[in-house]
């Protein structure tokens, strides 16, 4: 098996889920924070016995909202990360709530290890804030942004919705521009995306809530992407924008096909078999359910499937094409590609492609093109 | 075990669709104890998958039954039923003719109908006695005693001869029984003289070959005889006879009057044809029965598998598929846009999707079929005159002199109220108008001589919808007549596609292109670039659509935990497309092939 060189630690806790939000979160359970970070370190030992681990290039704790751990507890699981084998220089990243990025968390991350902070911002537009049901305010975001830095992190990324109801492209524009004055070194911009299983895919189905038009979306996407570009950002992949060297590494890896290990409740790993078949493997999604299989088998796993090489390949591809600095991850599909730079969505150079305008607003046209 | 030629009979039950005819059959069978209550399935004549889920009869069926009259006498009834649309009436017609008399059965809420009308003129053709039968008189919105006054004013059987019965609830039963064996003649046909046995039904059995199902008419056929086909000429060992009970029982010999089936080793069902006369090859009979007609088919449709590489399954599907079914016909076509496939003609359009059902369905294909149309016949400039039933292969129109199509004589009987609305289609559709006759019960019949390619697109839906489901129709082709048609084009993204040319009346033609344009528009979905239809007359551009290119299809969020699920959508996805045909760059669905078929 090829050598696992990133960890992906899921934190499945939220003061309060956001209706259009469909990751494994759970409000009202923060008295399971202690056991579950217990049972996080465990799962970290066991696997590192187990499997082919490290030294790890990224570290990348995602939630919910993994600010909500005290900082000795993520000191702790830090240690058990480190205790498995942290390179020199290792990118690792945690992801806070504005609300949470006080000097003194910010001074502890920086001590427990985290050299990368990736702030939920969303929106600066007070109605905005509304609507997703964030319990931050705008001011509070901007706040937060600022201790980070003059905290010490020089590694900063912060994360925007666009295509929120009642958003037009001024406001959106608005928002991205203070984000901008900030000075951060990474930014990732998503369109607000309906769930079926959401409390806002309720509301859009029942006709509570009306989404913006594909045309008025696209507006936001590409204003924002004109913008960040004249800002010196690269557009990297189709939601995410950073400085010259501070692409999200932890990321890159994952969509360059890299292995990974997920530890923590509903977290997936991705490993490269000895055959080139590719082995994917997920937890069980709730926090109990999570801690009671850890503590009684050293592992939490819920499924898995093994992809063919053949398969797998189709899948890095589909994965690839969002990097819009051009991959080589199709370069076993000839004729997918001619048809696609046919088709204008694809443009081929020397055995790279990149998606073109319309291949990102298609990219999932292009992506299945590789599936069979 | 031999019945007396005195005590038997031979009827069939004759109705409009849906007015009880196989329920009565079954109760038949269940009072006569030719079917124990306990094995009774529904429909027990409907044997075919298809006809169980449909309730609807496809194929003849045909079984003996004994029946203990009050006059103490057992009597032998043989039950032939026959299917009740109007596309298998020719095996009505050829199941009649080996009959001696038939139930007519009428349902009471109903009334008379247009196919009641045509099978009673069917059965008076063939000289049957006729016993109405009023059915369904327990449901409430039955009216009785107004349908038997029908009866006797519309159809002159005496009001005082009509029984009423409810097949359902097994009222009536007896008293049909007491008037088949009373009212019924017996067979006359004498058991010494050169055999003469009428084949209405065949079907292949894969074990056995080809049952053939028969009525002796005269003499006696016995296993060892060598028989001829009186119309095709061929000769065959005969291995077994036998009658239904209602499955096959073998006998020693089948006399004259008697119902049943032989079997002899004979390979296909076109050696079995339906009408032609069984004889004798030693002994043979001068003449065959009369009657015998060759089954055309009347509507077309090219049939291409989805997927190219089932060609080789489709083409050993309908030879098999042949083998059951003499009317299907079919030959190797190719189109431009949908590859290699299947020109098959049919009796009509129930049959047409019978068969696409059955080969999907029996032999696992996904299929695509093309709207369906008639045979044309097309006089040309050089006076040669060619069949087309293919409008992309109508000649180019500097060599046409004439274009003949199909007309059928259209009867359509519908309550008053919606008249005007019948004589307004009928008149859209290019009808002319013959006659119509007001009858009691608030019942008009009238008749249309018109084009069989009108009828074949959505006008008996259209009849349905406009009388709230009130009329019926039933129609019989009656020759061909030169009409003004041009072949209508259409062009996707830029390219003509064979299979969407549609052949229309010139005067027609602009509007029907623009509709054609507009349909299509709604049922091409959105591809990666824009898809302009185009509707065309002889080069000429009538109609524009165009289809908007997809806008947007991308996902904002791809991480590590994403991916599984993202690819499984997009594979599910990819799997809904492939019920499509690509046609150049274009993307087409099975609809859209049979858009020309509702244009109104």
Known sequence: ?372 | MSTPTHLTRAISVIAHVDHGKTTLSDRLLEYTGTVAPRDMVEQVLDQLELERERGITIKAQAVRMLYKADDGNTYQINLIDTPGHVDFSYEVSRALAACDGAILVVDASQGIEAQTLANVHQALDHNLTIIPVVNKIDLPQGNPELVREEIEKVIGLPAESVIFASARQGIGTKEILEAVVHRVPPPTGDSGAPLRALIFDAKFDAYRGVVTYIRVLEGTLRPGMRIQMMQTGKSFEVDEVGIFRPERTPVEDLTAGEVGYLIANIRNVRDSRVGDTVTDEARPAAAPLPGYRHVTPMVFAGLFPTDTEQYEQLKEALEKLQLNDAALVYEPESSAALGFGFRCGFLGLLHMEIVQERLEREFNLTLLGTAPTVEYRVRLRSGEEVPVDNPDHLPDAGQIEAISEPMVLATIVVPSTYVGNMMELSQERRGQFLNMQYEPGDRVVITYRMPLAEIIHDYYDQLKSRSKGYASLNYEVVGFEEADLVKLDVLVAGSPVDALSMIVDRSKAQQQGRRLAEKLKTLIPRQLFEVPIQAAIGGKIVARETVPAMRKDVTAKCYGGDVTRKRKLLEKQKEGKKRLKRVGNVEIPQEAFMAVLSLD
């Not at chain 1, 050598?3 to 923060?30: G, M, Q």
């Not at chain 1, 001011?139 to 919705?161: E, M, P």
């Not at chain 1, 204003?223 to 950073?242: C, M, Q």
Request: aromatic share 8%; proline share 5%; glycine share 10%.
């Open chain 1, 1 to 372: 098996m090829e050598r696992i060189h990133s960890l992906y630690l899921h934190v499945p806790f939220c003061t309060w889920v956001c209706k259009y939000c469909d990751f494994n979160a759970y409000a009202v359970l923060e008295g399971l924070i202690p056991p579950y970070v217990d049972a996080l370190s465990h799962e970290i030992e066991v696997a590192r016995a187990e499997l082919p681990i490290g030294p790890l290039e990224t570290v990348f704790i995602g939630g919910g909202t993994p600010s909500l751990l005290t900082r000795a507890q993520v000191r702790q699981v830090l240690d058990r990360v480190r205790a498995t084998g942290l390179a020199p220089g290792a990118e690792v990243t945690l992801e806070a709530n504005p609300s949470n990025v006080t000097p003194e968390n910010v001074a502890g991350w920086l001590e427990a290890g985290v050299n990368r902070l990736s702030i939920g911002v969303q929106s600066l537009q007070p109605d905005a804030l509304r609507f997703l049901e964030r319990l931050h305010s705008g001011t509070d975001a901007i706040a937060a942004i600022r201790t980070a830095r003059a905290g010490g992190f020089a590694n900063v990324s912060a994360d925007l919705l666009f295509g929120v109801p009642g958003v037009n492209v001024v406001a959106w524009l608005d928002t991205l521009e203070s984000v901008l004055a900030e000075g951060v070194q990474h930014l990732s911009a998503y369109e607000l995306t309906v769930e079926s299983g959401t409390r806002l895919g309720q509301e859009v189905r029942t006709g509570l809530v009306h989404m913006p038009e594909a045309d008025d979306q696209l507006e936001q996407y590409w204003a924002a992407a004109a913008r960040l570009e004249a800002a010196g950002y690269d557009h990297y992949e189709i939601s995410n924008w950073a400085r010259p060297g501070f692409g999200c590494r932890h990321n890159l890896a994952a969509w360059n096909y890299q292995p990974y290990l997920g530890c923590g409740a509903g977290a997936h790993s991705m490993f490269g078999l000895d055959d080139r078949s590719t082995e994917r493997r997920w937890n069980v999604k709730g926090p109990h359910a999570y801690i009671k299989h850890v503590s009684a088998r050293g592992n939490a796993l819920d499924g898995n499937e093994t992809l063919s090489p053949e398969r797998a390949r189709g899948e890095a591809a589909m994965i690839g094409v969002r990097l819009l600095e051009g991959t080589d991850s199709a370069r076993d599909f000839p004729e997918q590609r001619r048809h696609l730079v046919g088709a204008g969505l694809l443009l081929e150079n020397a055995g790279q492609v990149r998606l073109t305008r319309r291949g990102v607003e298609l990219a999932n046209q292009v992506g299945a093109a590789f599936l069979s």
